[in-house]
C-alpha cells in the first residue's frame, strides 16, 4: 500500500455541484493532515489543516477518519476558481504529499 | 509580511553542470524544507533543516544533492553534478514548526531544465 494515495482524476464537475474526493494513508501513527491546493504552474498553497475529527472553512470541509485511515476534502456550491490539483499532506515524523487530485469545474 | 523567496525563477544547464538554488524563508520560521516536484507529482521532501540542523534527509541523494543552512535562516541547495532526471521544479518551504502546527508555506519555485 502505498504511504499516501489519492485519486489522480480529473474530476469533472459542473459549476454548483458539490464535489469530494478521499485521501488514504498507510501510517496509523500519522499525527498531522492538510490540504493543499496548487495551480498549474504555481507553487502548493495550504488550503486546509485538519487536526481532529474534521473542521469547516466557508464552503470547504474536512474530515479525518483514523480508523479507516483516510482523509477527506468536501467543496459545496463549486467555483469556476476552484479548478485546481489538490494535494493530501500526512506527516508521522517524516513528510509525504500525495500525487494531487485534478479537479475542474465546468461551466 | 513577506513569503518565502526563492532564486532563480527559472534554469537551464547541462548535463554533469552544477547549480545551485537559494531559499529566503519567512521571517522567524525555524523550520526549512527543500522539495523537488516532477511533473505530474506532488512534491518529495529532499530535507528538512530545524533552526541550521537537518531534521530529515532520508530522501536526499547524498551522492549529487547537498544543502545547508548555515546562519539558521537562508539556505541552499545544490546538485552537483546535475543529471536528465533532475529537471524538476525544485520549491523551498518554510513553517512556524511549533508545537502542534506545521503548517507550511511554499516560495514559487526554481524550475530547472537540463539537457
Known amino acids: 500500500r502505498k504511504e499516501v494515495e489519492q485519486d489522480p482524476g480529473p474530476f469533472n464537475v459542473p459549476e454548483g455541484a458539490t464535489v469530494a474526493f478521499n485521501c488514504t494513508y498507510s501510517n496509523s501513527a500519522s499525527q498531522s493532515f492538510f490540504w493543499y491546493r496548487q495551480d498549474c504552474r504555481k507553487e502548493p498553497k495550504l488550503l486546509m489543516s485538519?487536526?481532529?475529527s474534521g473542521n469547516e472553512d466557508g464552503r470547504f470541509t474536512a474530515q479525518l477518519n483514523r480508523a479507516s485511515q483516510y482523509i477527506s476534502l468536501l467543496i459545496r456550491d463549486s467555483k469556476l476558481s476552484d479548478s485546481a490539483t489538490y494535494l493530501c499532506?500526512?506527516?508521522?515524523?517524516?513528510?509525504?504529499f500525495g500525487k494531487g487530485t485534478r479537479l475542474h469545474i465546468l461551466p | 509580511e513577506a513569503g518565502v523567496a526563492q532564486s532563480p525563477r527559472y534554469k537551464i544547464i547541462e548535463k554533469r553542470q552544477s547549480v545551485a538554488f537559494w531559499c529566503n524563508p519567512i521571517s522567524g520560521h525555524a523550520t526549512l524544507y527543500w522539495y523537488q516536484q516532477i511533473l505530474g507529482q506532488g512534491p518529495k521532501l529532499l530535507i528538512q533543516f530545524q533552526n541550521n540542523g537537518v531534521v530529515d534527509d532520508s530522501q536526499l541523494p547524498k551522492d549529487r544533492f547537498s544543502a545547508e543552512r548555515l546562519k539558521g535562516v537562508d539556505s541552499t541547495l545544490k546538485i552537483q553534478p546535475a543529471k536528465l532526471e533532475d529537471s524538476a521544479v525544485y520549491l523551498c518551504?518554510?513553517?512556524?514548526?511549533?508545537?502542534?502546527?506545521?503548517?507550511?508555506?511554499f516560495g514559487p519555485g526554481t524550475r530547472l531544465t537540463v539537457t
Open positions: 499532506v500526512v506527516k508521522w515524523g517524516k513528510i509525504i
Open positions: 518551504a518554510s513553517s512556524h514548526a511549533t508545537r502542534g502546527k506545521y503548517e507550511q508555506y
Open positions: 485538519v487536526y481532529s
